[in-house]
């Protein structure tokens, strides 16, 4: 009985988290307090989904626990909002943005712009209407028509051109001005798949 009360209630511990996915040994990709492209990979994820509001920032805070808890809850995981192995690769799935699965990935500069904006035609390069989901680029670096994953934007298809788009820049559709100001000029992880 002295044993059980030292070494079972240890041992029980350990059984609990390890069938939960939560000991160390179950590859846990990211939890409160993380930060880095793995937890801005799982805040895109959770955006497409539906369920994450907030900045794709790489910071696993409050804001993201609570969207993991809810991504756990609809797939009827225990609500711990740890992301293992396991709960990363149904995120992709259920996302469908596999980034195990990317062809290459840089960091570009992106600026944004709305057909709204003074001097932006209502059309593209490629004589499409200009909406969130268009980008600009230089068509040496990305050829026109390319479909990305833009870190924090969504997806993106080359479809426009720009005097100011040359190199390693992107330029991003917005639907509206006050969006297009709001996204500002930033570096950015693309995906191409």
């Known amino acids: 009985m002295k044993w059980f009360k030292r070494y079972g209630i240890c041992l029980l511990t ?5 069938s939960t996915g939560i000991c160390y040994g179950g590859g846990i990709v990211a939890k409160l307090g993380s930060r880095g492209n793995k937890v ?11 369920i994450y509001r907030g900045e794709v920032d790489g910071q696993f805070g409050s804001q ?3 969207a993991v808890k809810t991504f756990q809850k609809r797939v009827h995981h225990s609500q711990t909002g740890l992301v293992n192995k396991k709960l990363f690769a149904l995120m992709c799935q259920k996302s469908s943005l596999n980034f195990n699965n990317y062809r290459k990935v840089w ?5 944004a712009y709305s057909p709204h904006d ?9 004589g499409e209407p200009l909406l969130k989901g268009i980008i600009a680029v230089d068509p040496l670096i990305i050829p026109m028509g390319t479909k990305v994953y833009i870190m924090g934007y969504g997806y993106g ?7 100011a788009i ?18 500002g000029r930033r570096y950015v992880r693309v995906y191409f798949f």
């Open 14 to 18: 350990i059984l609990f988290l390890c």
């Open 40 to 50: 801005a990979e799982i805040q895109a994820m959770l955006t497409e989904v539906k």
């Open 64 to 66: 993201t626990l609570s």
């Open 107 to 111: 960091v570009m500069e992106a600026s």
């Open 118 to 126: 003074p001097g932006v035609n209502h059309r593209t390069a490629t």
């Open 157 to 163: 298809r080359a479809a426009d051109t720009g005097g």
């Open 166 to 183: 040359k190199g390693n820049v992107v330029d991003v559709a917005f639907n509206s001005r006050g969006e297009a100001l709001r996204w």
